[in-house]
């Protein structure tokens, strides 16, 4: 499978350059397409894991020649992502801290700004050598058993805390979702960096005061999920701080999901600015299944469709060397004399 995953990313690279290697693979349709090809479970959480670890694998080696690189994984392999991309910027030659911060930040949203129930587990960061970005990440909600995978690409217009996904998908919509980066939820964003900014105690005191409203039956946010006198800690350092905007705001250490819903509670509540409860997700087989699922995986076609992927790869850099060189041949022919393209004319 790791084979087959290098022989089609190698041939995506070959033909689109990373940038469509990077557009594809935040495709959720696309996405979920490889990994059936490659033949892990269609209707599985471990579809997302597998068929990013198969990347990995398959272009381990190749990298500084695609230009593609992989970072992250599954549990204690995810923590490490600001390391990985760390070491293969430095091996690029490119600037590591922006693609660390957008990996950072892309956590940071799907596991407290989007307050849906899925805890995330599994982070993956693509990138190239120009700098752009893809990341698949995945949450498991351990009430219903369901998974729900994120994804995100980068792109000049990208604002990461106002409708930041390139989809959001999971076969199970709706229950209580706090979704902080909605459009919806702006005045809410603005409201909840302004009152980070204020005193300790002033925000305690808020939280206890609203301890003795009666909050209407629609509220999806209780008083009760709350313990201010724990968060006093958390808002002495956005106190500190002094955040910008939101998107500062849940870059501070310890911001996380219970603080998040604090202020917007106060938010709603004190300044009339309700957040969005909307839920953002939104939602083939070629060799079979290891779970056997429509059948067995067929093993004789899956080395004949990797024989063929490895001839394609191989024809389509054959062909594009001999595509340059017959150009320099031309050009030696019938190119115009170096001083005469110097010149401009």
């Excluded at 997302?48 to 994984?73: H, N, P, S, V």
């Amino acid at each position: 499978m790791a084979r087959l995953a290098g022989s089609i990313a190698e041939l995506v690279v070959l033909e689109y350059d990373t940038g469509g290697f990077l557009r594809r693979i935040s495709d959720p349709g696309w996405f979920q397409a490889l990994g059936c090809v490659l033949g892990f479970d269609w209707h599985s959480s471990g579809l997302t894991t597998t068929t990013c670890g198969a990347i990995k694998e398959g272009i381990r080696g190749l990298e500084e020649d695609l230009g593609l690189f992989l970072a992250g994984g599954k549990g204690a392999a995810s923590r490490k992502t600001p390391t990985e991309i760390a070491a293969w910027s430095e091996r690029a030659g490119i600037d590591a801290a922006p693609l660390i911060d957008a990996s950072r930040t892309s956590a940071k949203v799907d596991s407290s700004a989007v307050q849906d129930g899925y805890a995330v587990y599994h982070h993956v960061f693509f990138f190239d050598r120009r700098g752009d970005w893809a990341v698949v990440q995945q949450g498991m909600n351990e009430q219903n058993g369901m998974a729900r995978r994120y994804h995100w690409r980068s792109d000049p217009t990208l604002d990461f805390v106002n409708e930041p996904h390139a989809a959001v998908c999971c076969d199970r919509r709706g229950g209580q979702t706090l979704n902080l980066v909605a459009e919806a939820s702006r005045g809410t964003r603005e409201a909840s960096a302004e009152l980070a900014r204020q005193t300790p105690v002033a925000l305690v005191g808020e939280l206890m005061r609203l301890r003795s409203i009666r909050l209407p039956k629609r509220h999806e946010i209780l008083v009760s999920d709350i313990n201010p006198s724990r968060l006093s800690g958390i808002f002495a350092k956005t106190y500190e701080a002094q955040v910008e905007d939101f998107r500062s705001l849940l870059g501070v250490p310890g911001v996380g999901a219970k603080t998040l819903r604090a202020l917007a509670l106060v938010s709603e509540l004190v300044y009339g600015a309700p957040p969005s409860y909307d839920d953002p997700a939104r939602y083939s087989y070629a060799h079979g299944g290891k779970d056997g699922i429509p059948y067995p995986v067929d093993r004789p076609l899956y080395d004949q469709t990797i024989a063929l992927m490895q001839r394609a790869t191989r024809r389509a850099k054959l062909d594009s060397k001999e595509e340059r060189a017959t150009l320099r041949r031309i050009d030696r022919t019938f190119g115009l004399p170096k001083t005469t393209r110097r010149g401009g004319n």
